[in-house]
């Protein structure tokens, strides 16, 4: 099994980057890696006796913020010249904690769209009271219609039922009321579509404090509202876990109490850290490209290469290729379905 | 006589993956018809593999129509 890595992308890239690829090839036996990188940030990080790395040698980085049309220019960069080990068949999937619009942007130029997919979508990771659940787009397009949520939440079901083994997984749209005539236009005329089709468990509308309940497997919403959603709640998880530390060690008396709700807190404090969930795919891409957070270390790192290698191993774009196949066959009968009667 | 704009439209289909009856208005802008950026980026990419020339950055940022890449086409091909 080979992994590419995008060892200059993300906040503590390279160090970070590398010391995860050097840790997580010494616990995986047969994994080989491929680091895409410049030669000083090997020289600096990379172990001259690292066996089952290689290296290729990138000559630029796409920074965080800059535009995607300059990948054009830069296929000397890190992020495009390992894709290109996918694409040339020399890894079997890339990981990168870079910027995400380049990340997507050099999948789709490198690896294509899985057939029958339109938009690509990012998957998020959820925390919820009743564990992890997912919401597409995460910030892939920022611009959506009604057709292009309706793909995502065909490609978020894909994901679901492999994942969790669930047959059909409960979908729902994110809205400012449950009813179905709640919502902006976007809002109401994906719920049309959503509660038309038989291809889905659509469960209906939810409103934003209802994210955290998890009554459901796949949360739809655009891309541009899903990126706000994962970023407020990062902020009010980190802002609430320092008022609380603040508040039960402001005296002596709490610190006691501190001490014995530690555990419990630290256990919270987990499902909401971005490294125990190992990056996740973008979905609807011809080949296993995954995302990681831009503040990730070298643990998040190791996460995400395990999760590439599972997503290879259990037949990942194999499993959503089907389902995005099947799904199109039943909208084509249904259609014609319905222009013959 | 070959059929630069034909082609051009097979390559947004492919590329985009349209559906069937789908159509590229020549004069519409990309925006009008749902093409964004990204998109794009992923058809003047696959052009200029299929005709193996480049499209500068300046001409990209001229090309806002099915009929604006075919005139760049040509011009590149004739230049070529």
């Given amino acids: 099994m080979r992994i590419a890595i995008d060892a200059m992308g993300g906040d503590h890239a390279p160090e970070e980057i590398i010391k995860g690829a050097v840790n997580i090839v010494k616990a995986i036996p047969d994994l080989e890696l491929i680091l895409a990188g410049s030669e000083e940030a090997f020289s600096a990080y990379l172990p001259r006796d690292s066996e089952r790395i290689t290296t290729v040698i990138s000559h630029s980085v796409m920074a965080m913020d800059e535009s995607v049309e300059n990948l054009r220019r830069k296929k000397d960069s890190s992020i495009y010249m390992a894709t290109e080990q996918v694409a040339e068949g020399n890894a079997e999937a890339i990981v990168s904690c870079g910027s995400t619009a380049a990340q997507m942007a050099a999948a789709l130029l490198l690896l294509g769209r899985i057939k029958g997919v339109k938009r690509p979508a990012i998957v998020l990771p959820f925390p919820t009271l009743k564990g992890s659940k997912v919401m597409l787009d995460g910030g892939a397009n920022a611009d959506s219609n009604a057709a292009n949520l309706m793909d995502f939440a065909l490609l978020g079901n894909a994901y679901a039922r492999f994942i969790t083994g669930n047959d059909s997984p409960e979908v729902v749209l994110l809205s400012n009321g449950g009813e179905a005539h709640k919502g902006n236009s976007l809002v109401r005329e994906t719920h049309a579509l959503l509660a038309a089709t038989p291809l889905l468990n659509f469960k209906g509308n939810i409103e934003g404090r209802d994210i955290m309940a998890g009554d459901y497997d796949v949360l739809v919403t655009d891309g541009f509202t899903g990126n706000v959603v994962m970023k407020v709640t990062e902020g009010v998880a980190s802002g609430l876990f320092h008022l609380i530390k603040e508040e039960i060690t402001a005296t002596t008396g709490r610190k006691i109490g501190a001490a014995l709700v530690k555990p419990g807190l630290k256990n919270i404090a987990k499902k909401f850290d971005y490294s125990n969930y190992g990056g996740m795919p973008l979905l609807g891409i011809n080949g296993i490209s995954i995302v990681c957070h831009g503040c990730s270390k070298a643990a998040a790192v190791e996460s995400a290469v395990r999760a590439a290698v599972d997503y290879v191993e259990q037949g990942f774009i194999e499993a959503v290729s089907a389902d995005i196949a099947a799904y199109r066959h039943t909208e084509k009968i249904l259609k014609e379905e319905s222009a013959d009667a | ?80």
């Avoid at chain 2, 006589?1 to 492919?14: A, G, N, P, Q």
């Avoid at chain 2, 992923?42 to 005139?71: F, M, P, W």
């Fill in chain 2, 1 to 80: 006589m070959r059929d630069i704009y034909s082609e051009i439209l097979e390559i947004f289909k492919d590329t985009l993956q349209l559906e069937e009856g789908v159509e590229i208005d020549p004069n519409a802008t990309f925006a009008e018809q749902d093409i964004d950026s990204l998109d794009l980026l992923e058809v003047v990419t696959a052009i200029e593999r299929n005709y193996k020339i480049e499209i500068s950055d300046e001409a990209l940022s001229e090309i806002k129509t099915a009929g604006d890449a075919e005139a760049c086409v040509k011009k590149l091909i004739n230049e070529g």
